[in-house]
């Protein structure tokens, strides 16, 4: 059983930053791929950015250059900086964790086996 507890998410104008944090616990696979990916009301979740067991990184291409994305694997915690936040990234942000090591982030949502409770961020302009 894989547990994940979402932080940091909130309101902001746009511009600003936020940090999300999502802590891991349980029978987390060493080298487990991990994400944060994003839902808009009516849309599809995907985007965000992917980080696999060796500490790659992948970023859709509309948070390039703004959003960060690193692991501390003692603590099993993953963050994502988000700087100069913009209206459309207003979103449901979900932390997931895969079943197995991986190679090579991802951005896909199968790729997940575990998935938290969401943290929302919202972005007015």
């Known amino acids: 059983q894989v547990q994940l507890v979402e932080s940091g998410g909130g309101s902001v104008q746009a511009g600003g930053s936020l940090r999300l944090s999502c802590e891991a616990s349980?029978?987390?696979?060493?080298?487990?791929?991990m994400a944060w990916l994003r839902q808009a009301p009516g849309k599809e979740r995907g985007g965000g950015a992917g980080?696999?067991?060796?500490?790659?990184?992948t970023y859709a291409d509309s948070v390039k250059g703004r959003f960060t994305l690193s692991r501390e694997n003692i603590k099993n915690t993953l963050y994502l900086q988000m700087n100069s936040l913009k209206p459309e990234d207003t979103a449901m942000y979900y932390c997931a964790v895969s079943s197995r090591m991986t190679w090579g982030a991802s951005l896909a949502t199968s790729d997940y086996a575990y998935w938290g409770q969401g943290t929302q961020v919202t972005v007015s302009s």
């Open positions: 349980g029978s987390i696979y060493r080298g487990a791929g």
């Open positions: 980080i696999d067991g060796f500490g790659r990184t």
